[in-house]
């Protein structure tokens, strides 16, 4: 892999619950003058898909009515700094106020993140095949924060069609040292790559990816791949 091409769907309006994703993307990608081809990866923002399944609640604008959302959407409670939570998600994900968000809706309205991002990435994926007769990979994408770092990226919160994470072990490095702990996140780093061209306040929810290794495609989950399970995590 030398390259890699990026854009962003420009033409996307607002999305509303019950809005068919793949069509409004089609229908903004062909505006612009691009195809979907097969083995291009598809990134979906979850804001998107969280407003097309529903996932807008109302909100009044209080410190204790968001409190309220973030628990209600939290397994577990990490840390407790002013109105700042970091959470556990049923989804086993750990971020800031457990993905409640307030921005790019309408007043009076909070998003909380789709129920199974993955299954949300292969519904798209299922249904691109079927109208379009194409197959590609699809990531369904989240800011998160880093632990011990400034700064936010996107990350993968869904996917379908592609190996969310490159296992190396067991192959060599550039020295013919035999690599034993090498597992590369690849749907993070292209969520991130993704991102660049999709900032936050464009209104773009879809973003191509074309020129992935090929090697890159396959079965795989966020939840099964890139969530860590409590018997490997350290800081539990």
Do not use: C, Y
């Amino acid at each position: 892999m030398n390259g890699l091409h990026i854009f962003a769907v420009v033409g996307v309006g607002p999305v509303q619950q019950g809005d068919d994703l793949v069509e409004l993307f089609l229908k903004a990608l062909e505006e612009q003058g691009e195809k979907v081809l097969a083995n291009d990866l598809v990134v979906v923002t979850s804001k998107v898909v969280a407003k097309s399944e529903g996932r807008v609640v109302s909100f009044d604008g209080s410190e204790a009515h968001k409190l309220d959302l973030i628990e209600q959407e939290s397994v577990r409670v990490l840390r407790r700094r002013g109105s700042l939570r970091i959470t556990e998600t049923p989804h086993g994900f750990i971020n800031a106020n457990a993905g409640v968000d307030l921005s790019n809706t309408s007043d009076g309205t909070a998003v909380l993140l789709p129920t199974d991002p993955d299954r949300s990435a292969r519904r798209f994926r299922a249904d691109l095949r079927r109208v379009r007769n194409v197959d590609v990979a699809v990531i369904v994408t989240d800011t998160f924060g880093r632990v011990w770092r400034e700064g936010v990226t996107d990350v993968a919160i869904g996917s379908a069609g592609i190996r969310p994470i490159l296992d190396l072990r067991g192959t060599h490095d550039a020295n013919g040292r035999l690599l034993e702990a090498t597992e590369v996140a690849i749907a993070d780093e292209i969520a991130g790559a993704a991102n660049l061209v999709l900032g936050k306040a464009l209104g773009t929810p879809f973003a191509v990816v074309r020129g992935l290794d090929q090697s890159f495609f396959g079965e795989g989950s966020v939840r099964e791949n890139i969530v860590r399970s409590a018997n490997d995590d350290l800081f539990r």
